[in-house]
């Protein structure tokens, strides 16, 4: 009788030990599937273990699977859940072949044996079943990183309808980042890692980096090793900041005692009520700021004038009261033409890159819709010397920037050449004149206007 009853108290102490367990601050589960019975992938193994130790750096308490089948990553994704507490912030990588299927995207096991379509469902991780994971913890802040766009790996057994993976909107609270951008493939990488998660591991590590930096940082470093051909791509709704890395500590040096005969120092000059930013200095937005163009048609002379007002800011995404869609630089993922036809682009029309200083250039691309119709962008943009202009308003100075955009239809033949020339001050977070003209490659000009700023508001 003693016996049990020692036996009784001791099990109950462990559970209550058990339930007592604080969760992680910071918990990710990582999973890196490479061995692969059709079409192997040398690096996701060791993107999965580069990724966990520049995690586990970072604070990140770890869960990490390598090769892992389709019930290994299952029961990895249970333990996750468990472990994921209303406070903590949840990460998630995956590192491997995915594919999208009737809009929905599905990360493959290494056992995956599937002949047709119609049996990924049952065959492959859904990523919505993440998601859904992610959202019943109910926590403020999770991470979905897919490092999966790869090439198809059935071959002609098998052939996806759609190539890479689908957009996915972020709910609230949620960062999701995508190695290419939606509809496109990404390379393995010649390397020990993949091409993405190589410049991933690196930015991670740099201290008080804001994620969408971060993300930035990489974005700008595979589209330029990969001359173009892959651009990683984000969805954010995060409502708080996040840094991987905390900042560092700034050090504040003592002040000498003054010499005991020297005389009184005159009492220091007040600093400026207003700074005056570097030239190429990134925006920042702030609700209610707001410029008005005078938009001149330089084909027949006639004019408009357009407002533009920061309506709210969510996240990266930043909301304007005429109905466009920015980021947090000023780049438009959806513009509202005059007569109410909408221009939507992915990931953005690429107009402010940074840092943006004399002498930088960027190859980028993007993808156009307008009316129904699609077209493909390359476009290319240079940063020239600060200039002085004039406008409405008066004598202004700005970066000289030059865009051209190379498009073309997916539809028919049509093709041709939009240039942009415009001076970006960093003080007004806008350019103060731009200068667009647009023809066809048979010669016809579709569009001439010069744009001037004729006042503006910051909050």
């Not at 919505?128 to 913890?137: Q, R, T, W």
């Not at 040096?253 to 003054?258: E, I």
């Amino acid at each position: 009788m003693r016996t049990a009853l020692a036996a009784l108290l001791l099990a109950l102490a462990a559970l209550a030990a058990h339930a007592q367990a604080p969760k992680p601050q910071r918990l990710a589960l990582v999973i890196g599937n490479g061995a692969y019975r059709d079409a192997a992938l040398p690096n996701p193994p060791n993107d999965a273990a580069d990724m966990a130790k520049a995690l586990e750096a970072s604070g990140f308490t770890v869960i990490r699977r390598e090769n892992a089948s389709l019930r290994e990553m299952h029961l990895a994704l249970r333990e996750f859940g468990d472990k994921l507490g209303r406070q903590s912030t949840g990460l998630f990588y995956f590192a491997g072949h995915g594919l999208q299927v009737r809009g929905r995207n599905y990360l493959l096991p290494v056992d995956a044996d599937i002949q047709r379509e119609d049996e990924v469902a049952f065959a492959a991780l859904d990523v919505s079943a993440v998601m859904e994971k992610l959202d019943s913890a109910k926590n403020p802040v999770n991470i979905v990183i897919l490092d999966a766009c790869r090439n198809n790996p059935f071959g002609t057994r098998m052939t996806a309808t759609a190539k890479g993976l689908a957009p996915i909107d972020a709910p609230p609270g949620t960062f999701i980042a995508f190695a290419t951008a939606p509809g496109s493939t990404a390379a393995d990488g010649t390397g020990r890692n993949g091409l993405y998660t190589h410049y991933l591991v690196q930015e991670i590590a740099k201290p008080g980096a804001p994620i969408e930096e971060v993300f930035k940082a990489v974005r700008a470093g595979v589209r330029k090793d990969s001359k173009s051909a892959q651009v990683p791509w984000e969805s954010t709704s995060l409502e708080t900041s996040f840094a991987f890395r905390e900042a560092p500590a700034l050090k504040v040096a003592a002040a000498a005692p003054p010499p005991a005969a020297a005389a009184a120092a005159p009492a220091p000059k007040p600093a400026p009520s207003k700074r005056s930013l570097p030239a190429g200095s990134p925006p920042a937005f702030v609700v209610g700021d707001n410029w008005t163009y005078r938009v001149v048609n330089l084909l027949d002379q006639s004019e408009r004038r357009g407002t533009m007002r920061v309506k709210a800011i969510q996240g990266d995404e930043v909301i304007y009261a005429n109905g466009n869609i920015g980021d947090v630089v000023g780049n438009m993922s959806r513009v509202v033409r005059p007569g109410g036809l909408v221009e939507n682009m992915q990931p953005s029309n690429q107009f402010y890159l940074f840092p943006m200083r004399p002498g930088s250039t960027w190859d980028v691309v993007s993808q156009q819709e307008v009316g129904g119709r699609h077209f493909e962008l390359k476009i290319n943009l240079k940063v020239g010397a600060e200039e002085e202009v004039d406008t409405p308003m008066g004598k202004m100075r700005g970066l000289r920037v030059e865009r051209v955009a190379q498009w073309k239809g997916r539809q028919g033949a049509a093709s041709g050449t939009n240039t942009w020339t415009y001076w970006y001050n960093a003080n007004v977070k806008r350019f103060v004149v731009g200068e667009t003209k647009n023809v066809t490659d048979k010669g016809k000009v579709l569009q001439h206007e010069r744009h001037e700023l004729v006042s503006y508001e910051l909050k």
